[in-house]
């Protein structure tokens, strides 16, 4: 069985550009996470899909938006970019909270640098 | 205070030592307690689930959770040099609207 696959591995941006990162969940997955790792802070929450609705989103600025495409693969969109957005961004995925467990499972990652 | 604290470490043990991994939290919402292992440079690979207090076995690993003291650990036993990673605890609840909380992760070396 496939598991999360992220695109795309590497991105280099620079600081005001915006960057688009992909993400494919594991097959009957309808749930979608989204996390920063940045040197230094951990895993961040940043957004919640589920069903193609935005259900949750973390303590970071509007310019962090994402969406969910009816067959459950979503999209972070990172406006604006700053000095301080390179991280490894990692994506999970899971069944819908609540109906079996709360395992998510993560993607390889696309580690963002802004220069 | 974070919710969840863990040891950095790192932490460096002879091949087949026992290894002891724990985090301590503070919200007694948490219900469902997860281990990831992460090597460098790639993805968490979640490694053990567990739902309110108890012990799980999973080959070498064994994970345990106290609610009553608000506290967890991943046991795994005859370490080996591919076990070298950094350990990450995670946790949640009803009440986190998907949202996982991470602590810091624990850098372990197992030397052959």
């Known amino acids: 069985e496939a598991g999360v696959t992220q695109s795309p591995t590497h991105l280099i941006k620079t600081r005001g550009q915006q960057a688009t990162l992909r993400c494919s969940p594991i097959s009957g997955h309808t749930s979608v996470y989204w996390y920063q790792q940045a040197l230094g802070l951990g895993l961040q929450f940043l957004l919640w899909y589920d069903e193609g609705e935005e259900r949750n989103r973390g303590n970071f600025p509007p310019r962090f938006s994402g969406r969910q495409f009816p067959n459950y693969s979503s999209e972070l969109n990172v406006n604006a970019l700053e000095l301080e957005d390179s991280a490894l961004y990692l994506c999970?995925?899971?069944?819908?909270?609540?109906?079996?467990?709360?395992?998510?499972?993560f993607g390889p990652g696309t580690r963002l640098t802004v220069t | 205070q974070k919710e969840v604290e863990q040891d950095p470490g790192p932490l460096s043990v002879p091949e087949g030592a026992i290894v002891s991994l724990n985090c301590t939290y503070s919200n007694s919402a948490f219900q469902y307690f997860m281990w990831y292992r992460q090597y460098s440079r790639k993805g968490p690979e979640l490694l053990m689930y567990?739902?309110?207090?108890g012990n799980k076995e999973d080959g070498r690993f064994t994970a345990q959770v106290d609610k009553s003291s608000k506290y967890i650990s991943l046991f795994i036993r005859d370490s080996q040099p591919s076990d070298s990673a950094t350990y990450l605890c995670?946790?949640?609840?009803?009440?986190?609207?998907?949202?996982?909380?991470f602590g810091q992760g624990t850098e372990l070396s197992v030397k052959p």
């Open positions: 999970a995925s899971s069944f819908t909270p609540g109906t079996s467990g709360y395992e998510q499972y």
């Open positions: 995670a946790m949640s609840g009803y009440n986190q609207g998907g949202k996982l909380i």
């Open positions: 567990t739902y309110s207090s």
